[in-house]
């Protein structure tokens, strides 16, 4: 399972209890890249959203707390990384980690780039790699999920709470 998100809260608030499943299985690996609250284009997206009290960073740190939840629940691997490349989509990868197949599902949230609009208001639609007409999307969105991570910073939880 991979998640690619500003802050990723819906997800890992609402699949809590999915999360702890699928980590309870054997050799699972859960990886998860958020938006550095550090980097200048987190303050410009709460600019865009008009978020003048802080509601994204408040929902990031909410999810680091659930995230260290699922963690204390779980023997599986929350392998978490933050970037800081201007954020323009949501990523949550199903069944597949380094390799596609018949069984790999995706849901894309693309980010409005309208002012005042939160992100999770962008158009969102589910990707299956069985079906031909998805299969591009899907690959250029895994791509780009790979890519991203590969310019990440790995990050313990536990050390980014404390220094949140």
Request: aromatic share 10%.
């Amino acid at each position: 399972m991979q998640v690619l998100g500003i802050n990723a809260l819906g997800p890992i608030y609402h699949c809590r209890e999915e999360i702890i499943n699928f980590l309870g299985k054997r050799d699972r690996i859960f990886q998860i890249i958020l938006l550095d609250p550090a980097a200048d284009v987190f303050r410009e997206r709460e600019v865009l959203e008009k978020d003048s009290i802080r509601r994204i960073h408040t929902e990031w740190k909410a999810t680091l707390c659930i995230l260290k939840d699922i963690q204390l629940n779980t023997a599986g691997i929350i392998d978490l990384k933050l970037h800081t490349e201007k954020p323009d989509r949501f990523l949550l990868i199903i069944d597949t980690l380094n390799e596609l197949d018949i069984s790999s599902k995706m849901i894309i949230n693309y980010y409005p780039k309208k002012s005042g609009v939160r992100g999770y208001m962008g158009g969102q639609f589910l990707s299956e790699f069985l079906l031909e007409r998805d299969r591009d999307s899907f690959k250029k969105n895994f791509n780009y999920f790979q890519e991203i991570w590969g310019k990440a910073v790995k990050k313990d939880i536990d050390d980014v709470i404390k220094n949140t």
